[in-house]
């Protein structure tokens, strides 16, 4: 092998491992009805103090709500196809789903919110990111139809 392909070759695999990581901000599944959502973007934005405590909300969606002014409102009307919009909560003992609302068109009526079916696990902030997971208890129900969420994300923090 060349000196050249030598010095280049890891400098290659380290770009493709950065470029797919940030292709992939998050994996897993949005389950309504047994039907998959068709996910694709992930946002995170600033929410309104919960108790003097910071609050971000997270929308996931099928289309891309980037250059959208009111994203968490548009995503809850369905603007941005299936979604999933989570307020997550810092709190003292560690973080916490304060609210969640779901478009899904596996939800009979298309959406619904609830409080308490998704749990956040191994949340951080650092270097400038949010990351985690957001899970479902097995046989976990919104609105009385089966909901399951098990995703791990990263998101640039706002």
């Known amino acids: 092998m060349s000196a050249i392909a030598k010095i280049l070759l890891p400098i ?4 493709a491992s950065v470029h797919a990581y940030a292709e992939k901000a998050f994996d897993g599944v949005y ?3 047994g039907k998959d959502a068709k996910l694709a973007y992930v946002i995170a934005q600033k929410g309104e103090p919960f108790h003097d405590m910071p609050v971000y909300i ?4 099928e289309n891309d709500a ?40 596996g939800l009979t009526g298309g959406s619904a919110s609830g409080s308490g079916q998704i749990k ?20 976990e129900k919104i609105a009385g139809q089966p909901l399951e969420v098990s995703l791990t994300f990263h998101v640039r923090a706002p």
Not at 74 to 94: E, H, P, S, Y
């Open 120 to 139: 956040a696990q191994d949340i951080a902030l650092a270097g400038g990111e949010i990351r985690g997971k957001l899970k479902t208890n097995p046989g």
């Open 12 to 15: 290659v695999l380290a770009l």
């Open 31 to 33: 389950r309504a009805n």
């Open 58 to 61: 997270l929308v996931f969606s």
């Open 66 to 105: 980037s250059q959208d002014k009111n994203i968490d409102a548009d995503a809850r009307a369905g603007k941005f196809g299936d979604a999933l919009i989570v307020k997550l909560c810092k709190t003292d003992w560690g973080w916490d789903v304060i609210g969640n609302n779901l478009v899904h068109s």
